[in-house]
């Protein structure tokens, strides 16, 4: 069983950044892969970040590649995701979630066993 707690949003303005925290309660934290998602009004959730227990290695959506950086901190059972240059498309809810499978659909969410709470990012133009 996994908790996770995410932190850090707020508004800001476009271009600039904010860097969202998800801090994990159970065991065995470092053996999970671990995602960010993002809902926005009347859209589906939808895949964000993604980085792997197995090897440490990252994969983004197209919209967010070369402004946002997921890490994890598997000392401190935290995943981070820094945002830059922030757009008012990147407004919503960002959700942390963990899967244990390493599975290679990595960016749907229907993968994922665990989730937080979400916390609302809001870019303004």
């Known amino acids: 069983q996994v908790q996770l707690v995410e932190s850090g949003g707020g508004l800001v303005q476009a271009g600039g950044s904010l860097r969202l925290s998800c801090a994990a309660s159970?065991?065995?934290?470092?053996?999970?892969?671990m995602g960010w998602f993002r809902q926005a009004p009347g859209k589906e959730r939808e895949f964000v970040a993604v980085?792997?227990?197995?090897?440490?290695?990252?994969n983004y959506a197209s919209s967010v590649k070369g402004r946002f950086t997921i890490s994890r901190d598997n000392a401190e059972n935290t995943v981070y995701l820094q945002m830059n240059s922030l757009k008012p498309e990147d407004t919503a809810v960002y959700y942390c979630?963990?899967?244990?499978?390493?599975?290679?659909?990595?960016?749907?969410?229907?993968?994922?066993?665990?989730w937080g709470q979400g916390t609302q990012v809001t870019v303004s133009s």
């Open positions: 159970g065991r065995t934290f470092s053996s999970y892969t």
């Open positions: 980085i792997f227990w197995a090897n440490g290695a990252t």
């Open positions: 979630a963990a899967e244990y499978k390493n599975s290679p659909s990595y960016y749907s969410a229907r993968e994922y066993d665990y």
